[in-house]
Nanobody
Framework: QVQLVESGGGLVHSGGSLRLSCAAS????????MGWYRQAPGKQRELVAR???????VYADSVKGRFTISRENAKNTMFLQMNSLKPEDTAVYYC????????WGQGTQVTVSS
């Protein structure tokens, strides 16, 4: 059974930082493209950043230069370092794993106050 468990969310002031983690189990982590997505109230879920099994990364334009995605295959864990946070970054952040199937975590709330 595949499980993706996010952690590290919380409340932070504008300009602050948070580091999200996604711990994966039940899959061959190193084979999967991993991604962070977010969904703000009343909006569609959107891609934040994605990292392939080979380490190639893609970022949404809105987070380029502020967020960094990384993975540690030996620990089956993916990270999202978020710096210079803005109120518009407020959302539930989800971890996603893609190979032949797609798996989602339950999400972690990030709230940035102005």
């Amino acid at each position: 059974q595949v499980q993706l468990v996010e952690s590290g969310g919380g409340l932070v002031h504008s300009g602050g930082s948070l580091r999200l983690s996604c711990a994966a189990s039940g899959l061959i982590f190193s084979w999967h493209t991993m991604g962070w997505y977010r969904q703000a109230p009343g909006k569609q879920r959107e891609l934040v950043a994605r990292i392939t099994s080979g380490g190639s990364t893609v970022y949404a334009d809105s987070v380029k230069g502020r967020f960094t995605i990384s993975r540690e295959n030996a620990k089956n864990t993916m990270f999202l370092q978020m710096n210079s946070l803005k109120p518009e970054d407020t959302a539930v952040y989800y971890c996603r794993a893609d190979d032949y199937s797609t798996y989602w975590g339950q999400g972690t709330q990030v709230t940035v106050s102005s």
